[in-house]
């Protein structure tokens, strides 16, 4: 698939694909030669800290900003030469919920139904459609200013779905969002999936990858640092592990000792040591068990989950700078 | 098209201005203190040439004033939009490029009438008149919202080029003081340094004056003569014909390529 220019027998029916996409501005390189390819239906997750290139891939794509060289295609037209083609068929939810705060809800709504011609009737008739999906008909004839963080999200979300888009461009969903709310979007974005839409999102959040994307690419410093399924990239970093830290750094060795060959200390000095959960509970029961058998003073003892810092430490072997 | 998506985003500025009425004060406010101020207090003070009092001559002024507080609501409103991330939005829209901007002038354009109509009514009270008949003294006020529209547009300019919220806002401060002032709107120009006398004679601000103190019968101060003094009128079409072809060109490209500078 890679090394192909776009367009011209690919494998795959890719709705959004880039070709060696480059962007600079004045001073820093942002992409240096991305490959995407995104089949039709499938969610791709961007994954990479600020600065890494996800803004700026989600604005090309979205016909905002031209790109600097290479090409990219959504929905079988070229960003650069047919953008508006292109906006036909897209819609976009930015990293900052871009709704009028002083319109309504409704208001929101029924202006972007105009301005995609549905006409007055239509525009008005597909707001009450959509609000009524959102769980926004109550706050329905208030400001959009005086919403929380989840329903404005909520309404960014339904202002992306008044006409049925064949691609839907998310920077950062959900960025400030509190846990319950957070849930609430993820949701409503795979529903979307299962009406058929491919979806594009950024996140910071190995996590919000791992539950909506069927494919992760992880972009480090404007390149492609991994690519892979969720299920593939975890493996490569490995998965969740038992974070140990002893009372006392002197007991390290009587505490490997203790634990079996699989675990290993991670700072002697500090008394970390860390310990594959293999076999989930079953492992940090064992784990405490013999801790406690062995008479060993414990600080700390928990679950962990690789972070996006993990992986990226896994895959280039050196800590990125957020 | 263009109609109708204009009509739609135009409607969504006068709905905002309906919330925040404070809009159609800030505008009226420092023109009406003026009339008052000056006008009222200052009108026997100053004699002008021919015995005209000052708030004759004054009140083209005024109008002038009121469109360059055009300038203003526009660019700051644009600027908000900017931050917001609704101009993200209408740019990933299969909409045209002009019909977000254009509602934003237009909607001012109706702001500044409102505000010349107060301001023209508080002057009227006090004692203005308009010496001429009804259709001189309309187009009149067709330059000033002319002119008006030149300046929405130059502030919208401004806004894409600029785009932090607090710069845009003192720049309009000082477009208010500085166009007022280095022009025929309030005093002649007769006083100022020679390189500033034409930049001041020929600035649309004094034209427009100029030309709606012929068209109204009230008192022209400047007594050079200058084509721009002479034929304020077809001068002050032209210039402004001129620089909004200009104005709305750039504006329109800059706002295409608008994310061009964002990181």
């Known amino acids: ?322 | 098209m263009i109609l109708t998506e204009t009509a739609a985003l135009t409607g969504r500025r006068l709905r905002r201005l309906r919330r925040s009425p404070g809009e159609l004060l800030a505008v009226t406010i420092v023109p009406v203190t003026m009339v008052v101020v000056m006008g009222y207090l200052l009108d026997k003070s100053i004699v002008m040439p021919g015995g005209a009092g000052y708030l004759d001559f004054m009140m083209a002024g005024i109008g002038a004033q009121v469109a360059l507080g055009a300038f203003g609501t526009s660019a700051i409103a644009v600027a908000d939009d900017l931050r917001g991330g609704l101009v993200d939005r209408f740019r990933s829209l299969p909409i045209g490029r002009l019909p977000v901007l254009l509602a934003q002038s237009l909607c001012d354009l109706l702001l500044t009438a409102a505000g010349t109509a107060i301001a023209s009514a508080v002057g009227w009270l006090l004692g203005w008149r308009i010496h001429t008949g009804i259709v001189a003294g309309l187009a009149g006020f067709g330059l000033l919202l002319a002119l008006a529209f030149l300046l929405s547009w130059t502030g919208i300019l401004a806004a894409l080029w600029i785009r932090s919220t607090p710069a845009v806002n003192s720049l309009s401060g000082l477009v208010l003081v500085v166009g007022s002032f280095l022009s025929t709107a309030f005093v002649p120009p007769d006083g100022l340094p020679g390189w500033l006398h034409a930049i001041a004679s020929w600035s649309p601000v004094s034209t427009v004056s100029t030309a709606c103190r012929r068209l109204w019968g009230n008192p022209v101060a400047d007594t050079g003569n200058s084509l721009a003094v002479v034929h304020a009128v077809p001068v002050a079409l032209v210039t402004i014909a001129i620089l909004l072809a200009v104005v709305m060109t750039t504006a329109s490209r800059l706002f295409r390529s608008i994310s061009e500078k964002t990181p």
């Open chain 1, 1 to 322: 698939m890679r090394g192909q220019p776009p367009g011209k027998g690919s494998e795959v029916d890719a709705v959004v694909e880039t070709y060696r996409l480059r962007k600079r501005y004045p001073g820093h390189e942002a992409l240096r030669g991305v490959d995407l390819q995104v089949p039709s239906g499938t969610v791709l997750g961007l994954l990479g800290h600020n600065g890494a290139g996800k803004t700026t891939t989600i604005r090309i794509l979205a016909t905002l900003l031209a790109p600097g060289g290479g090409s990219a295609r959504v929905a079988g037209f070229d960003v650069a030469r047919e953008p508006q083609e292109v906006r036909r068929r897209i819609a976009l939810a930015g990293q900052y919920a871009a709704v009028d705060a002083q319109l309504t809800g409704r208001e929101n709504l029924v202006l972007l139904g105009r301005l995609l011609r549905l006409g007055t009737r239509g525009a008005r008739a597909r707001a009450g459609e959509l609000l009524e999906r959102f769980d926004l008909t109550a706050a329905a004839d208030r400001q959009a200013g005086t919403y929380s963080g989840g329903m404005r999200r909520r309404l960014d979300l339904a202002c992306c779905l008044i006409t049925r888009p064949a691609v839907l461009f998310l920077d950062e969903p959900s960025a400030g969002l509190d846990p319950a709310s957070r849930r609430l979007l993820w949701a409503e974005i795979r529903e979307q999936v299962r009406g058929g839409i491919t979806v594009v999102l950024t996140t910071q959040y190995l996590e919000e990858a791992d539950r909506l994307a069927d494919r992760i690419v992880v972009l480090g410093a404007g390149s492609v640092v991994a690519e892979g399924s969720p299920e593939q990239l975890k493996r490569k970093v490995g998965g969740e592990w038992l974070g140990i830290v002893l009372a006392d750094p002197a007991d390290v060795p009587a505490a490997v000792a203790a634990l079996g060959p699989a675990a290993s200390d991670v700072d002697r000095a500090a008394g970390r040591l860390s310990l594959p959960v293999d076999d989930g509970m079953a492992t940090v029961a064992a784990a405490a068990a013999a801790l406690d058998r062995a008479g060993l003073a414990v600080a700390d003892f928990a679950v962990r989950r690789p972070s996006l810092d993990d992986v990226f430490l896994a895959l280039t072997g050196k800590e990125q700078a957020a």
